[in-house]
């Protein structure tokens, strides 16, 4: 009788069942909020789900275990506008120092690889977002400058530049971790609400390409599953002619009708505009790139409306109040302004696909569309050709 390869086996089969699939999170926050309750929730494609929660003591320090069978994504929580995302894997042990107001900027982070290299581009995409919103700074305090268009041109051009490095280096990243779950949060990463790094439709190759390697490596994960999903719906968008043809971005197709009332309470048509070359522009008061831009459409609608220029602009603001003293405050009233106060819910927003805004589609005299998000000076002469 062999046996050693018998005792060989069930030695295997020892320390496999005794596989550690535990994982431990201690740290220390300071200036904690003694007796408030620190959650560790477990993040899904369209939920979050709250797995556990600790007591925060007097001196900060907690401690979560959690028995996980393969990686997934968690946040380490106090609020909902106060967290850390991780990637813990099975028998990781993370220890974890920040401020207690401020999780997601981290003083120190280690024993787990997948919220290290998270952690990494969290810092590159802070540092984008704090550039943005300086120039957003330098805009309010040239608000009553003569030379305003001209600051707002070159605001315009900066924050594209900021823009086209974060999505640059986002690509770098995706490339240099396309085997890890890493890869699929930055696909969603943003640097305003629905203003996103990456643009499914311009981007598509990268979200093909995170998509094939995770859908092999994590065929199960439910986020993996989600983005797979999302993928072949781009893929058919891509592949069917007739979906290529409506698509209201093309150039040369007609624009798609918008029925919305005016703060006034009159519903106005944007096909009601026929006759005239026609600005469809998507803004809100909220959104500070537009307010930066608005000063240029009334430069181009003083100068091109007796010519036959007309806009038509869609808020997406949530209130009335706050959408009319936009207009007022920027003196926008000269033209067409309708809403239906529905955030980014808005029919018209789904209807033409906006991701984020300001976002822009020019139209000729019959409907159909030019060109698509000209601002600055590439408003202003695009519409010196079209009145030449």
Known sequence: MNVKPLLYLFAIMILAGCQDNSVWISGTLTDPVEGNYLYLDEL??????????????????????????SQAFYLLKINDRNFLTMLLAPGEKINFSSHYDSLNNPIS??????TQLMNEYNSKLRNTISKLSGLSNIYRENIDNPQLPAVIESLDSTAQTYLDEINSFTKSYIDNNLTSLVSLIALYQQVAPNVYVLNPSKDYQYYL??????????????????????VKQLIQGTADPKETKAAPTRQGSEAPEIILPSPAGDTITLSSTRGSVVLLD?????CAPCRQENPNLVRAYNQYHRKGF?????????????????????????????????????KAVQLYKIESI?????????????????????LQAQLAELFR
């Open 44 to 69: 899904m494609s369209d939920n979050v789900k709250s797995v556990d929660s600790v007591i925060i003591s007097e001196n900060g320090t907690f401690s979560f275990k959690r028995e996980i069978k």
């Open 109 to 114: 982070i280690s024993g787990s690889k997948g």
């Open 209 to 230: 390409k995170v998509d094939s390697v995770l859908s092999l490596m994590y065929p199960d994960y439910e986020p993996v599953t989600t983005l797979h999903e999302q």
């Open 282 to 286: 998507f803004w809100a008061s909220w």
């Open 310 to 346: 007309q806009i038509y602009q869609v808020s997406l603001d949530k209130t009335r109040e706050a959408w009319i003293k936009g207009i007022e405050d920027d003196q926008l009233g000269k033209w067409i302004h309708v809403s239906d106060i529905q955030f980014w819910n808005s």
């Open 358 to 378: 300001p976002s822009n589609f020019l139209l000729d005299k019959e409907g159909r569309i030019i060109a698509t998000n000209l601002r600055g000076e590439a």
